[in-house]
């Protein structure tokens, strides 16, 4: 069995920036791609960035410039490094391992 660990959301302003972190135990060897995924308020859930296991990355394009994914497979841990927040990024963050492994979420609110 899988588990996923999140950790880095909370309140921050506009403008500001915010480090997501997800660490993977349990049954695994090695990890050929991890993803972020996000849902807002009244919002279905979506994709915000991917990584895969040779350092190619996938964005959302609301996204794209602003954040940076990242990974260390050693550690089993990927990074969410989000810059110059808008309010419309506020929602809950989730980690996902491939085919079916979520982390519990880390609430993101960007407000001033």
């Known amino acids: 069995q899988v588990q996923l660990v999140e950790s880095g959301g909370g309140l921050v302003q506009p403008g500001g920036s915010l480090r997501l972190s997800c660490t993977a135990s349990?049954?695994?060897?090695?990890?050929?791609?991890m993803a972020w995924y996000r849902q807002g308020p009244g919002k279905q859930r979506e994709l915000v960035a991917g990584?895969?296991?040779?350092?190619?990355?996938t964005y959302s394009d609301s996204v794209l410039g602003r954040f940076t994914i990242s990974g260390d497979n050693a550690k089993k841990t990927v990074y969410l490094q989000m810059n110059s927040l808008k309010p419309e990024d506020t929602a809950v963050y989730y980690c996902?391992?491939?085919?079916?492994?979520w982390g519990q979420g880390t609430q993101v609110t960007v407000s001033s």
């Open positions: 349990g049954r695994i060897r090695i990890i050929y791609y």
């Open positions: 990584i895969t296991i040779n350092g190619s990355t």
């Open positions: 996902y391992l491939p085919p079916s492994s």
